[in-house]
């Protein structure tokens, strides 16, 4: 069994050489306890990163009801602790990230289809996919590029968008108007992250 100075040594040298202080450090030290018991449980990372993945499908599924709140919850937390289980079970693997991602990119579809359903705008929901992905696109090819730095940390990294959609899903069920002017204001600072990465890329390729 990984210790948990190992795990922690391990998930910096796998983020460009990131802290573990702070917020990060508390989150995993949760993920390292979520390692022991998916271990114990005999759920493998890439089991989770599926049932990440079918919880945003659930999300979109039934998003004009609570269980949608739920789901989407679920979904971020699976999503979360995939990467610090394979850690902590020494299955890091270039497949598994490469599953993680394109199964990021399918959640968040999943995630603005609830928001369209609830009724945002398609339009709206369409560019909000489109920018983070292209953002996310940008970093991966930044890394294929040999650009280990960790980068600038946007306004709207993916714990934030799924935040948007919850409080969008909150908003919506307790009839609070205003999901598309919240919408609206999340493609804005969607935008802007996506402006910072692409700042950043053209200072490190130059």
Same mark, same amino acid.
């Given at each position: %069994?990984i210790s $948990?100075?190992e795990?922690?040594?391990?998930?910096s040298?796998?983020?460009? #050489?990131?802290?573990?202080t #702070?917020i &990060?450090?508390? @989150? +995993?030290?949760?993920?390292?306890r979520?390692g022991l018991?998916?271990t114990?449980?005999?759920i493998?990372p890439?089991?989770?990163? +599926?049932?990440?993945l079918l919880?945003a499908?659930?999300?979109?599924? @039934?998003?004009?009801? +609570?269980?949608a709140?739920?789901?989407?919850?679920f *979904?971020?937390?699976c999503?979360?602790?995939?990467? *610090?289980?394979?850690?902590f079970? $020494?299955?890091e693997s270039a497949?598994?990230?490469i599953?993680? *991602?394109?199964?990021?990119?399918i959640s968040?579809a %999943? @995630?603005l289809?609830? +928001?369209?359903?609830i009724?945002?705008p398609?339009w709206?929901?369409?560019?909000l996919?489109?920018i983070?992905s292209v953002?996310?696109?940008?970093?991966?090819?930044?890394? *294929?590029? #040999? &650009?280990?730095?960790?980068?600038v940390?946007?306004?709207?990294?993916?714990?934030?968008?799924?935040s948007?959609i919850?409080i969008?899903l909150?908003m919506?069920?307790?009839?609070?108007?205003?999901t598309?002017?919240?919408s609206?204001?999340y493609?804005v600072?969607?935008?802007?992250?996506?402006?910072?990465?692409?700042r950043?890329?053209?200072?490190?390729l130059?």
């Amino acid at each position: %069994m990984i210790s $948990k100075n190992e795990f922690l040594e391990r998930w910096s040298q796998l983020h460009s #050489g990131s802290p573990v202080t #702070g917020i &990060v450090g508390a @989150w +995993l030290s949760i993920s390292y306890r979520c390692g022991l018991v998916a271990t114990l449980l005999r759920i493998t990372p890439n089991a989770l990163t +599926l049932l990440g993945l079918l919880a945003a499908v659930a999300t979109a599924y @039934w998003a004009l009801s +609570l269980w949608a709140i739920a789901f989407l919850v679920f *979904s971020l937390f699976c999503d979360g602790i995939d990467g *610090s289980v394979a850690i902590f079970q $020494k299955k890091e693997s270039a497949r598994g990230a490469i599953f993680d *991602s394109v199964a990021d990119r399918i959640s968040e579809a %999943m @995630w603005l289809v609830a +928001l369209y359903r609830i009724g945002v705008p398609a339009w709206i929901t369409i560019l909000l996919w489109v920018i983070a992905s292209v953002q996310e696109y940008a970093r991966a090819r930044l890394s *294929s590029l #040999g &650009v280990n730095e960790l980068g600038v940390v946007t306004p709207v990294e993916r714990p934030v968008r799924a935040s948007f959609i919850f409080i969008a899903l909150i908003m919506w069920h307790v009839n609070i108007s205003g999901t598309t002017y919240l919408s609206i204001a999340y493609l804005v600072l969607q935008t802007i992250s996506l402006y910072l990465v692409v700042r950043f890329a053209r200072s490190q390729l130059h």
